[in-house]
């Protein structure tokens, strides 16, 4: 079983940075691929980014490649993503998720509660 803790998030401009944190409890974390989400207002949840056990693996949504980038510390036993040149349509609340199986997909097992991310104009 994981434990996921997210944090980072918060108010930033238009072409700003934040670095979403994901804190994991529990003594595999290293064994689980992890992922990054969000859903904004009325809309469904959406696949941002996920990183294999290793790190040596990622994917990445198309509208957040070249922006976002996910990565670990299996030592700390969290995972981030550093989100640049951050636009209004950003606004989300985050996720970050863990699963044995590293894909571009929804059905993670394991969730954090999320961290809201607000970009102005």
């Known amino acids: 079983q994981v434990q996921l803790v997210e944090s980072g998030g918060g108010l930033v401009q238009a072409g700003g940075s934040l670095r979403l944190s994901c804190a994991a409890s529990?003594?595999?974390?290293?064994?689980?691929?992890m992922g990054w989400f969000r859903q904004a207002p009325g809309k469904e949840r959406e696949f941002v980014a996920a990183?294999?056990?290793?790190?040596?693996?990622?994917f990445y949504a198309g509208s957040m490649k070249g922006r976002f980038t996910i990565s670990r510390d299996n030592a700390k036993k969290t995972v981030y993503l550093q989100m640049n040149s951050l636009k209004p349509e950003d606004t989300a609340v985050y996720y970050c998720?863990?699963?044995?199986?590293?894909?571009?997909?929804?059905?993670?097992?394991?969730w954090g509660q999320g961290t809201q991310v607000t970009v102005s104009s």
């Open positions: 998720a863990a699963d044995q199986r590293f894909y571009v997909g929804l059905e993670y097992d394991y």
């Open positions: 529990g003594r595999t974390f290293s064994s689980y691929a």
């Open positions: 990183i294999n056990w290793s790190g040596g693996s990622t």
